[in-house]
């Protein structure tokens, strides 16, 4: 028995009917909340996703994202693991807040304007993602940033969902927007992103998806040669190569204030512990020496 038919929640449905939505939201924020006491956490997420979704359609946004914050306070201070189960109702009631926004038939305005229940719709996603970084649920913010032209934070979601698909089709949508000779440049530093957390499978396949004939280096562009090196270092990594391709692609690095920084966390993949005072990437050139690594942060402070 679904919860729309569920005697136990007459009530709540019958409050919602007659639009007495404040009510209905009290009722049901004390039902998951005896749901929780009884541990039946399934029942209580279950019970705050539907009628979270129930007040989209209703267009009462603001009961919505209150249920989905208490939704996400459960899951992060009940100790109990948060599913995949967990993750298709945040990206359920994610869509379901896009799809309601989108063919609203008034603009809305003040405190719920589009733009700040999307802002916040996010950020419950968001805290989802912290408890369980699930590539589902970064693909579907990853596509949601692209739709919005918010490229640098859609490339960080699908550089963390991994799909390639994707990636690919942002990244190159993102490229027709610059000129011809800056393209290349927006291929390598996703690449040199994917290298520094450590995903090399993914780097080489986006490689293998420019088509490109790296044998010969005379019709490659200079940034994607510098983007082959650099993954194949991590097939074979080589102290002596990493020196010379920094030498030699020097002017490409010097060319995105960031680039810098991506080789260092490169370098330390690669060579963690070596020490070699000449290696101007040793050390990451934006920090004072003795400052923490910030890598945790990496994806979402490296590139503006």
Same mark, same amino acid.
């Not at 729309?4 to 009722?27: E, W």
């Not at 009462?60 to 693991?81: C, D, F, P, R, V």
């Not at 719920?112 to 950020?123: E, N, P």
């Given at each position: 028995?679904?919860?729309?038919?569920?005697?136990?929640?007459?009530?709540?449905?019958?409050?919602?009917?007659?639009?007495?939505?404040?009510?209905?939201?009290?009722?049901?924020?004390?039902?998951?909340?005896?749901?929780?006491?009884?541990?039946?956490?399934?029942?209580?997420?279950?019970?705050?996703?539907?009628?979270?979704?129930?007040?989209?359609?209703?267009?009462?946004?603001?009961?919505?994202?209150?249920?989905?914050?208490?939704?996400?306070?459960?899951?992060?201070?009940?100790?109990?693991?948060?599913?995949?189960?967990?993750?298709?109702?945040?990206?359920?009631?994610?869509?379901?807040?896009?799809?309601?926004?989108?063919?609203?038939?008034?603009?809305?305005?003040?405190?719920?304007?589009?733009?700040?229940?999307?802002?916040?719709?996010? &950020?419950?996603?968001?805290?989802? +993602?912290?408890? #369980? $970084?699930?590539?589902? =649920?970064?693909?579907?913010?990853? %596509?949601?940033?692209?739709?919005?032209?918010?490229?640098?934070?859609?490339?960080?979601?699908?550089?963390?969902?991994?799909?390639?698909?994707?990636?690919?089709?942002?990244?190159?949508?993102?490229?027709?927007?610059?000129?011809?000779?800056?393209?290349?440049?927006?291929?390598?530093?996703?690449?040199?992103?994917?290298?520094?957390?450590?995903?090399?499978?993914?780097?080489?396949?986006?490689?293998?998806?420019?088509?490109?004939?790296?044998?010969?280096?005379?019709?490659?562009?200079?940034?994607?040669?510098? &983007?082959?090196?650099?993954?194949? +270092?991590?097939? #074979? $990594?080589?102290?002596? =190569?990493?020196?010379?391709?920094? %030498?030699?692609?020097?002017?490409?690095?010097?060319?995105?204030?960031?680039?810098?920084?991506?080789?260092?966390?490169?370098?330390?993949?690669?060579?963690?512990?070596?020490?070699?005072?000449?290696?101007?990437?040793?050390?990451?050139?934006?920090?004072?020496?003795?400052?923490?690594?910030?890598?945790?942060?990496?994806?979402?402070?490296?590139?503006?």
């Amino acid at each position: 028995m679904g919860i729309a038919d569920n005697p136990k929640y007459r009530r709540i449905n019958d409050d919602i009917a007659a639009g007495r939505f404040y009510d209905s939201l009290q009722h049901v924020l004390s039902a998951s909340q005896r749901a929780v006491i009884a541990k039946r956490y399934s029942e209580a997420f279950e019970l705050l996703h539907h009628f979270a979704e129930v007040y989209i359609r209703a267009g009462e946004y603001a009961q919505s994202l209150e249920l989905m914050k208490e939704y996400m306070n459960i899951a992060t201070n009940s100790g109990i693991e948060f599913t995949e189960a967990n993750i298709d109702q945040v990206i359920s009631f994610f869509c379901t807040v896009k799809e309601s926004l989108s063919s609203a038939q008034e603009p809305l305005a003040g405190p719920l304007a589009k733009d700040a229940i999307l802002t916040k719709s996010v &950020a419950i996603a968001d805290s989802a +993602l912290e408890i #369980n $970084p699930h590539p589902k =649920l970064s693909l579907c913010l990853g %596509k949601h940033h692209m739709d919005e032209g918010q490229l640098t934070d859609a490339q960080t979601y699908l550089i963390q969902a991994q799909d390639m698909e994707a990636l690919f089709k942002l990244l190159d949508y993102w490229g027709s927007l610059v000129q011809e000779h800056e393209r290349p440049f927006v291929f390598l530093r996703c690449i040199l992103i994917q290298l520094a957390t450590g995903d090399f499978s993914s780097a080489k396949c986006l490689l293998l998806m420019l088509n490109q004939d790296f044998e010969s280096s005379n019709t490659v562009p200079i940034p994607l040669q510098m &983007a082959y090196i650099f993954t194949e +270092l991590f097939e #074979n $990594p080589d102290y002596l =190569l990493y020196k010379v391709a920094c %030498k030699v692609y020097k002017p490409v690095i010097d060319a995105d204030p960031n680039f810098p920084r991506l080789v260092h966390h490169v370098r330390e993949r690669l060579f963690p512990g070596h020490e070699d005072p000449s290696d101007p990437y040793q050390v990451d050139p934006t920090l004072p020496q003795g400052t923490g690594n910030p890598f945790a942060s990496l994806l979402s402070s490296l590139v503006s």
